[in-house]
């Protein structure tokens, strides 16, 4: 990986600006990688339109402007609908299919991961919904580590929330690695068909 440039697309609330800046952070302090997190919002507290600009790099980064992500993560059809043609040709497109309908269109691979209703069943609290979709994005790019995300997340969420949000980011990568495997159907791949043992930060994972 030279440079990997991704947008994170969304509505106030949904913690898209959290997500890419906690995966700019791990590339930064733990993978010793370039990054550059921009950001846009609208005027409203919740609900309004979010993009966060993420490149990553082995190189300087002169120029922190996406103008074609390699990525697009749309949370919401208003942010499909008003980023879905800024993604390159043969880029990765990951949605949730609760929350966005993508046209055929499109060049770029689509992986319409459930990522909202894994969490509603797994955890029942959609706030750790961004984190999941962290991990999603991780699985399925690789451009960074999961146990530099685990270490780069424990600088962000309170100790006593530290253990749901991990386990978000556990079923996101499970749903990541389950794409990844042509079993997109596979919502808790991770925590059902595998183990993850976390010792030190470190992440290591076992197949049957």
Do not use: H
């Given at each position: 990986m030279s440079r990997k440039s991704m947008v994170f697309a969304g509505s106030g609330g949904q913690g898209v600006i959290t997500a890419s800046i906690i995966l700019g952070e791990a590339a930064c302090l733990y993978e010793g990688l370039h990054a550059v997190q921009t950001q846009v919002y609208g005027p409203e507290a919740r609900g309004g339109?979010?993009?966060?600009?993420?490149?990553?790099?082995?190189?300087?980064i002169r120029f922190p402007k996406v103008i074609s992500p390699h990525v697009l993560i749309c949370l919401t059809?208003?942010?499909?609908?008003?980023?879905?043609?800024?993604?390159?040709?043969?880029?990765?497109?990951v949605v949730d299919p609760q929350f966005v309908t993508t046209s055929k269109n499109t060049d770029a691979r689509q992986a319409a991961v459930p990522?909202?209703?894994?969490?509603k069943r797994e955890i029942?609290?959609?706030?750790?919904?961004?984190?999941?979709?962290?991990?999603?994005?991780?699985?399925?790019?690789?451009?960074?580590?999961?146990?530099?995300?685990?270490?780069?997340?424990?600088n962000h969420i309170p100790a006593n929330y530290l253990a749901m949000n991990t386990k978000a980011f556990k079923l996101g990568l499970g749903l990541?690695?389950?794409?990844?495997?042509?079993?997109?159907?596979?919502?808790?791949f991770y925590e059902k068909d595998s183990k993850i043992h976390m010792d030190d930060g470190a992440c290591h994972t076992e197949y049957p």
């Open positions: 339109s979010t993009r966060a600009d993420l490149v990553i790099s082995t190189e300087p059809q208003e942010a499909y609908n008003k980023f879905g043609s800024i993604i390159r040709p043969g880029g990765l497109l990522m909202y209703e894994t969490i029942g609290k959609p706030v750790v919904f961004n984190i999941c979709m962290l991990g999603c994005v991780s699985a399925i790019t690789d451009v960074v580590r999961p146990e530099s995300v685990v270490k780069a997340l424990k990541g690695e389950a794409w990844l495997s042509g079993r997109p159907g596979v919502s808790a």
